[in-house]
Each structure stands twice: as structure tokens, then as C-alpha cells.
């Protein structure tokens, strides 16, 4: 069955970095856009980025811009989001998702079919 797993989350300090992953299962990964979302308490699912299945195409939401780097490695069935200089308000739990067969969109949750369990990014002193 299709699974997506996350990976990677921790505890930080403000200015540094965290690599999450995103291991997918049960499809092959290079058919599909992937995208990384991030919920704080309280708040709604946001779209941080999203590449597309070749990787030639990436998206980054303006408040990370310059700061995560989305990649993936089709050969390892991966994504990454390296993110760089982390900022308290990056505090949130990570999840990827791949975009559906009509998805659009690429930020709204709605385009995204599958989604994994989220990983805990916190960013404090």
C-alpha cells in the first residue's frame, strides 16, 4: 500500500538546520510531485514546498524561500527538505504528501492524495 514516512524532525536551536525525509512506499516516487506541509498548533496545514517527479520544477512558500531546499533521489524513493537557519516560527510538525493525479495548486492541502504520519520540527533556545 502506498505509505509515506517521514523523518528527521528534532529539537533546535534558532540558526540552525534540520534535514527531514521522506520515504515512500508502495508507488514509485517518480511519477508524482511531492510537497512538504507544516501544521503549529492551532494553526491550518501550510505549504512550505514541492517538486515535481523529475525534480526539474520546485516551489517554496515566501516565509522559507532562501532557507529550505526541497531534493529528492528517485533512485532511494526519497524527498528531502534541507532547511537551513531555522526560525521559532518554523515550529510545527512536517508532513510530505504526493500530489494527486489532478492536483494543482501545489500549496493547498487538497491537491495532495496520500500523506505520512508528520514529523515534530521544534525550533528553540
Known amino acids: 500500500q502506498v505509505q509515506l514516512v517521514e523523518s528527521g524532525g528534532g529539537l533546535v536551536q534558532p540558526g540552525g538546520s534540520l534535514r527531514l525525509s521522506c520515504a515512500a512506499s508502495?508507488?514509485?516516487?517518480?511519477?508524482?510531485?511531492i510537497g512538504w506541509f507544516r501544521q503549529a498548533p492551532g494553526k491550518e496545514r501550510e505549504g512550505v514546498s514541492c517538486?515535481?517527479?523529475?525534480?526539474?520544477?520546485?516551489y517554496y512558500a515566501d516565509s522559507v524561500k532562501g532557507r529550505f531546499t526541497i531534493s529528492r533521489d528517485n533512485a532511494k524513493n526519497t524527498v528531502y527538505l534541507q532547511m537551513n537557519s531555522l526560525k521559532p516560527e518554523d515550529t510545527a510538525v512536517y508532513y510530505c504528501?504526493?500530489?494527486?493525479?489532478?492536483?494543482?495548486?501545489?500549496?493547498?492541502?487538497?491537491?495532495?492524495?496520500?500523506w505520512g504520519q508528520g514529523t515534530q520540527v521544534t525550533v528553540s533556545s
Open positions: 504528501a504526493r500530489q494527486g493525479p489532478d492536483g494543482s495548486n501545489w500549496s493547498e492541502p487538497y491537491a495532495y492524495d496520500y
Open positions: 517538486i515535481s517527479d523529475s525534480g526539474g520544477s520546485t
Open positions: 508502495g508507488f514509485t516516487l517518480d511519477y508524482y510531485d
